[in-house]
Nanobody, 124 residues
Framework: QVRLVESGGGLVQAAGSLRLSCTAS????????LAWFRQAPGKEREFVAY????????YYADSVKGRFTTSRDNIKNMGYLQMNSLKPEDTATYYC?????????????????WGQGTQVTVSS
């Protein structure tokens, strides 16, 4: 099973940017589709972004489309989430997830491996 560790979270002012990283180990990340989810206090975990294992297809939640970009580097065994024009409502714990199956999926239950999360706080 692949193991995932997120990093890059922190405190940023509204309209600022952050880049989250997802470091994979144990298995080559090239065998997995990746996604980013987030969870704010008192709310359910929600889908943010998806990228297929080839890096050729990405998909975004409407709430982040045009502001966030996901990418990956299979040689480095890394995934990334570039977050621009951040808003206070983006404040949450962000999770990297991986699944062995092919195809776009926004459902958390379809993902096989998860990181521990990294906190992103956007101040107004």
């Amino acid at each position: 099973q692949v193991r995932l560790v997120e990093s890059g979270g922190g405190l940023v002012q509204a309209a600022g940017s952050l880049r989250l990283s997802c470091t994979a180990s144990g298995r080559t990340i090239g065998n997995y589709d990746l996604a980013w989810f987030r969870q704010a206090p008192g709310k359910e975990r929600e889908f943010v972004a998806y990228i297929n294992r080839l890096g050729s297809i990405s998909y975004y939640a409407d709430s982040v489309k045009g502001r966030f970009t996901t990418s990956r580097d299979n040689i480095k065994n890394m995934g990334y989430l570039q977050m621009n024009s951040l808003k206070p409502e983006d404040t949450a714990t962000y999770y990297c997830a991986a699944k062995i199956s092919w195809g776009i999926s926004t459902g958390a239950s379809n993902y096989d491996a998860w990181g521990q999360g990294t906190q992103v706080t956007v101040s107004s």
